[in-house]
């Protein structure tokens, strides 16, 4: 049972923003820095946004992170076909001294 | 450039202990400020962080599997290891090995990842 909630689904046409939660607690998202990551079918996670909102070399821009609070979002633009897949948040929780990964969410391009 | 490559049985029986190991090329289990982590996957459901190595030597593990996992490294091979101990089908899952970054022992994410390698729990 995860403490990092997600919405199971999101969903869009090409070229129309997503935007994924992330809802957390003082000890994880409000304290620690939120990765976000990206799970193509039958793919390893691949690390989409770190620390501060920033991104790997080869993540495109339209892929950007916020935090406020105890909350977390991923936001994607310009929705494309490939960006079909599965989205994980992540941060330390200071509580269980332990990383802590979100529920998951599935996103479809329709 | 890093890259991880798991290893290990595919089929363990249950109480049996799954053993599994990741070889690290292009980075150094024993130097730098790493964490080298275990993932793991159960068909069709989410993420599980299962623990980490530092390049200490001190590793930190999920509570939920604290009393089962074990997680070591052999710098002469540039390799670390998993060892979960009494396994049951609930251990079924796709197991990743990721290099990780943090600070003071807390981890702040992995950056690079394994290919994964499947673990069935059957008789």
């Known amino acids: 049972q995860s403490v990092l909630t997600q919405p199971p689904s999101a969903s869009g046409a090409p070229g129309q923003r997503v935007t994924i939660s992330c809802s957390g607690s003082?000890?994880?998202?409000?304290?620690?820095?939120v990765y976000w990551y990206q799970q193509l079918p039958g793919t390893a996670p691949k690390l989409l946004i770190y620390?501060?909102?920033q991104r790997p070399s080869g993540v495109p821009d339209r892929f950007s992170g916020s935090k406020s609070g105890t909350s977390a979002s991923l936001a994607i633009s310009g929705l494309r076909s490939e960006d079909e897949a599965d989205y994980y948040c992540a941060a330390w929780d200071d509580s269980l001294s332990g990383y802590v990964f979100g529920t998951g969410t599935r996103v479809a391009v329709l | 450039q890093v890259q991880l490559q798991e290893s290990g049985p595919g089929l363990v029986k249950p109480s049996e202990t799954l053993s599994l190991t990741c070889t690290v090329a292009g980075g150094s289990v024993s130097s730098g400020s790493d964490y080298w982590n275990w993932v793991r996957q159960p068909p069709g459901k989410g993420l599980e962080w299962i623990g980490y190595i530092y390049t200490s030597g001190s590793t930190k593990y999920n509570s939920s599997l604290k009393s089962r996992v074990t997680i070591s490294k052999d710098t002469s091979k540039n390799q670390f290891s998993l060892k979960l101990s009494s396994v049951t089908a609930a251990d079924t899952a796709e197991y990743y090995c990721?290099?990780?970054?943090?600070?003071?022992?807390?981890?702040?994410?992995?950056?690079?990842w394994g290919q994964g390698t499947t673990v069935t729990v059957s008789s």
């Open positions: 620390r501060r909102n």
């Open positions: 990721a290099r990780g970054g943090g600070y003071s022992y807390v981890l702040y994410g992995m950056d690079v």
């Open positions: 003082n000890s994880n998202v409000g304290n620690n820095f």
